[in-house]
Each structure stands twice: as structure tokens, then as C-alpha cells.
């Protein structure tokens, strides 16, 4: 069900996958363009169910995102163009 879901986004364009330079039994998976551009709305729905939920698999991610959005959008995306 996973790997379906998976091949669906890839196939909508909002990840892409390529082998582990490392292991090449891996693949990687990135966010293209059109997956960055949902990451701010997965942290709104983040912060929502936080609120409205009754609590928070990523506590830490949830108030980092009430500090400074746009700070933790810029760390997200260079720890993923780092690796």
C-alpha cells in the first residue's frame, strides 16, 4: 500500500526517487519543487492537529513552526539538499 501511495506522488510530480550513491538497494526520495511548495501546508495541518487533535507525533517540529515558519521551511530544505 506504501510503495502505491509513493509511485502515486511520483507520478503527480511532487517527489522524486533516484538509487543511494551508497547502497544501490536504496532509492532516495526528494521533494521536487511542487513538493516543497506542500510542505508549508503539511505544517499548518501539523500545528492544527496539534491544537485540535490532542497532541503531536513531532512536538519539537510543531513549535519550531509557531516560532519562526519560514526559519524552519529554510532549515527543512538545506538538511534535505545536504545529505
Known amino acids: 500500500m506504501l510503495s502505491e ?3 502515486r506522488l511520483e507520478d503527480e510530480g511532487v517527489v ?3 538509487r543511494d550513491p551508497e ?3 536504496r532509492r ?3 521533494p521536487t519543487e511542487k513538493g516543497w511548495a ?3 501546508v ?3 495541518l501539523a500545528i492544527w ?3 485540535h487533535g490532542g497532541g503531536s507525533s513531532h ?3 510543531v513549535a519550531a513552526a509557531r516560532q519562526d515558519r519560514e526559519a524552519l521551511l529554510a532549515l527543512l530544505r538545506a538538511q534535505a539538499t545536504s545529505t
Open 23 to 25: 547502497d544501490g538497494r
Open 59 to 61: 512536538p519539537e517540529l
Open 28 to 30: 532516495i526520495v526528494e
Open 42 to 44: 503539511l505544517l499548518e
Open 16 to 18: 522524486t526517487r533516484r
Open 5 to 7: 501511495r509513493l509511485q
Open 38 to 40: 506542500l510542505v508549508p
Open 49 to 51: 492537529g496539534t491544537d
